[in-house]
């Protein structure tokens, strides 16, 4: 068994990319509203994720990484040892397997959103997104109850989170040109009143 490497401090960091409540404010209100795509022809293989980033690292290990506390990895880049904070529902993990990689927007969302033009290369640059807020490492339950919802159907537990993931999700929807519906709009909107900056 090859020996594992710290690869992160004592505390987990953030996703990059999340405004202040300002930016995210002015984000919302430049987004297109519009009635929601279908799904038809939506296949979550059109939005290659997981892949390579750096060595024999690949997105998800990336963000296991990055999100995580005191994360060993092994020479396959698999962690080996760490904990990880769902900033959801609050809950702490030591097993990886107990962990997903949540893409704030859901893929099939932004399908609906105005992906389904995009090239097959600009959907697999959205699904592995680590230069904005899109991807948050999460408890596993959770990101599947979640699903592909949008925030007019879904929300966290957590509502001390919830300012957070407005501006990571508004973010995300104004960095890659997406459109988002009415209630969609209102649900954020909710969020980001609730935050204090």
């Known amino acids: 068994m090859a020996a594992s490497v710290l690869v992160a401090g004592p505390a987990a960091a953030a996703p990059p990319g999340i405004p202040s409540k300002a930016t995210a404010q002015s984000n919302l209100n430049a987004l297109t509203v519009a009635t929601e795509g279908s799904t038809s022809g939506y296949n979550r293989d059109l939005f290659p994720h997981w892949t390579t980033v750096s060595g024999a690292c690949n997105t998800r290990e990336t963000v296991l990484r990055r999100d995580g506390s005191g994360v060993s990895v092994d020479s396959a880049c698999y962690p080996t040892s760490g904990s990880w904070y769902s900033p959801y529902d609050g809950a702490t993990w030591s097993n990886p397997a107990d962990v997903d990689i949540d893409h704030i927007v859901p893929l099939a969302e932004a399908w609906r959103s105005g992906a389904n033009s995009w090239t097959t290369a600009r959907r697999q640059s959205f699904a592995n997104d680590l230069s904005g807020p899109q991807l948050i490492a999460v408890t596993d339950d959770v990101n599947q109850s979640k699903g592909d919802q949008d925030p007019s159907t879904w929300m966290p537990s957590r509502t001390a989170y919830r300012c957070t993931y ?22 954020l909107q909710g969020m980001l009143n609730t935050c204090s900056s």
């Open 166 to 187: 407005a501006k990571m999700w508004v973010a995300t929807k104004y960095n890659w040109g997406l459109r988002l519906q009415s209630a969609e709009k209102s649900a």
